[in-house]
C-alpha cells in the first residue's frame, strides 16, 4: 500500500466535528434540504434509521446549555448560517440561531418519523417552505449525501445500500480494509509531515475537551471523580488510569455538549478521543518522539476505520469499545515497540475481550463505556508484548488480523440486528 493512500484515508477519516456526530448528521440533512426549498421553511419532516435516532436522542448540543434532541439538531441545521455545511455547523450557535431554531420546534414544525426497516445510518429530510420544497438523504457514513431533490426534481444522487462502498469515506475504509496488514503496517514510518502534524492537532484539540471535563463541564463529573480517587489513593496513579481520567471527563464534556471541536476516528468524536488521548498518554511515559506517536496514531485510526468498514457505521455494537479500543491496543503495541505479529497478538487479545459489548446510544454513559475500552485495549496490548497469545482456535479469533476484524463485523451485522430492536425498544419505551 503506497502512503499517499493511507493518508488520503486517514484524511477522510479523521475530521474535526463540533458536537456529536449524529446530531450533526442530522442538522447536515436538514440544512441541505431546507436550501433546497428555500424561502421560509413551514415544516421539516424526518425519515431515521433506527441506530441514528438511538445515537442522537440523548447527547447534548453544543451552544444550546445542554439541551438535546433529535427536533431541536434539525431546526438548527435549517437555520445555520453556515455558508458550507459540514461536520462544524453546529459550531458557534448565537441566542439568535437558538431562538429561532426552539420556536421551530415549539410550533411543531419539525417532525420525527424512525424507520424501523431500516439499520445503520440513513436519515432522510423533506423541507416545506413559502416557495418550494426540498429533499435530501444522507447515508452510510456521516455526510454522506446521496440525494438532493428540489420541488421533486433530483438536483444531486449516489447510489447508496447498507454495506455498500458508496460515498467517499466508505470508499477509504474499504480500500485499506482490502490489503493485508503488513502492508497497512510497513508504509507508516513514510507518513508526511503534514500528516504527523495534523494527528498531534488531534491530540492537542481532545486534550482541551479533557480538560474542560475536568474543570467541571460534564454532568457526571467522572473525570473528577477519578480524580479525587486517584489523589486519594483508592486508585494507583499509573499509566492506565490516567489513560482512563483523560477519557472519560474528555467523553462526559463532549456528551453533555461542550462547546469544543473534537478530532473524531472514523466518524465518531468519541472514537477520536478513545484512539488519541490514552496515547498520548502512554508517549509521555515512554518518552516516544513525535514520529513514534504519529505512526501509532495512523495505526491505531486505521483500524478503527477498518474495523467501521466491517460493522457499519452504526451498529447494534458500541464502536468506540469495540473499533476504537481495538484501534488503540495496535497502537499502543506499535508505540512499545512490537512487530506485526506482537500488533496481531495485542488485537486477538482485545477482540476475546470485548467482544459484543453493546451499543446502547450516545450518551453521558459513554464514559463509563470507555474506561473499559482503555483498560482493556492497554492490557491486551502489554500481555502481547510479554508473548501471551491466545490460541485461533478460542472463540471468534481469527488466524490473522484480518480475520479477526472481518468476524467482529459480521457479529456485529448481521448478527447483533435482532439485539439493536430489543435495545431501541426498551429505549423508546422509558418515559420522558
Not at 441541505?32 to 425519515?47: E, M, Y
Not at 436519515?123 to 420541488?151: M, P, V
Not at 454495506?163 to 469515506?169: E, I
Not at 453493546?358 to 491486551?380: E, M, N, R, S, T
Request: aromatic letters at 2%; a negative charge; charged letters at 20%.
Amino acid at each position: 500500500m503506497s502512503i499517499e493512500r493511507l493518508e488520503n484515508a486517514l484524511h477522510c477519516d479523521v475530521k474535526a466535528a463540533w458536537g456529536c456526530t449524529e446530531p450533526v448528521t442530522i442538522a447536515l440533512a436538514a440544512c441541505h434540504a431546507a436550501r433546497q426549498a428555500g424561502g421560509t421553511i413551514r415544516s421539516i419532516k424526518l425519515n431515521v434509521s433506527t441506530n441514528l435516532f438511538k445515537n442522537a436522542m440523548e447527547v447534548g448540543i453544543p451552544g444550546t446549555g445542554g439541551a438535546h434532541g433529535i427536533s431541536l439538531a434539525a431546526a438548527l441545521g435549517v437555520h445555520a448560517p453556515h455558508p458550507t455545511p459540514d461536520l462544524r455547523i453546529l459550531s458557534a450557535i448565537d441566542p439568535s440561531w437558538l431562538e429561532k431554531a426552539q420556536a421551530m420546534v415549539e410550533s411543531g414544525a419539525v417532525q420525527l418519523h424512525i424507520d424501523q426497516e431500516q439499520n445503520g445510518l440513513r436519515i432522510e429530510s423533506f423541507a416545506e417552505s413559502d416557495s418550494g420544497t426540498g429533499r435530501s438523504i444522507i447515508a452510510d457514513s456521516h455526510e454522506n449525501l446521496t440525494l438532493l431533490e428540489k420541488n421533486g426534481h433530483v438536483v444531486h444522487r449516489s447510489e447508496s445500500k447498507p454495506g455498500s462502498a458508496s460515498g467517499d469515506v466508505i470508499e477509504r475504509r474499504r480500500a485499506i480494509a482490502d490489503i493485508p496488514f503488513v502492508d497497512l503496517y510497513n508504509p507508516l514510518p513514510q507518513l508526511s509531515r503534514k500528516t504527523r502534524d495534523f494527528l498531534l492537532e488531534g491530540i492537542a484539540m481532545n486534550r482541551k475537551v479533557a480538560e474542560a471535563g475536568l474543570q467541571g463541564e460534564g454532568s457526571l463529573r467522572i473525570g473528577q471523580t477519578y480524580r479525587k480517587l486517584l489523589e486519594n489513593g483508592w486508585m494507583g496513579n499509573d499509566l492506565i488510569n490516567r489513560a482512563k481520567l483523560l477519557t472519560s471527563a474528555a467523553v462526559d464534556a463532549r456528551m453533555s455538549g461542550c462547546n469544543l471541536p473534537v478530532m473524531t476516528s472514523a466518524g465518531s468524536g468519541n472514537q477520536g478521543i478513545t484512539v488519541t488521548l490514552p496515547l498520548s498518554v502512554l508517549a509521555e511515559q515512554l518518552h516516544s518522539t513525535q514520529d513514534q506517536l504519529t505512526e501509532a496514531l495512523a495505526l491505531a485510526h486505521a483500524i478503527t476505520s477498518i474495523l467501521k468498514y466491517h460493522t457499519g457505521t452504526l451498529s447494534a455494537m458500541c464502536g468506540c469499545v469495540v473499533c476504537a479500543g481495538s484501534g488503540l491496543t495496535a497502537g499502543a503495541a506499535r508505540l512499545l515497540g512490537g512487530n506485526v505479529d506482537t500488533i496481531g497478538a495485542a488485537v486477538n487479545n482485545m477482540v476475546a475481550s470485548i467482544t459484543g459489548i453493546i451499543c446502547d446510544g450516545a450518551k453521558v454513559g459513554c464514559a463509563v463505556k470507555l474506561v473499559c475500552a482503555v483498560d482493556a485495549a492497554f492490557q491486551g496490548a502489554f500481555m502481547a508484548m510479554e508473548g501471551l497469545r491466545l490460541p485461533v482456535s478460542n472463540g471468534v479469533i481469527g488466524n490473522t488480523i484480518e480475520e479477526s476484524l472481518k468476524n467482529l463485523g459480521r457479529i456485529a451485522a448481521p448478527g447483533m440486528i435482532e439485539t439493536d430492536e430489543q435495545i431501541l425498544a426498551i429505549m423508546v419505551g422509558k418515559p420522558t
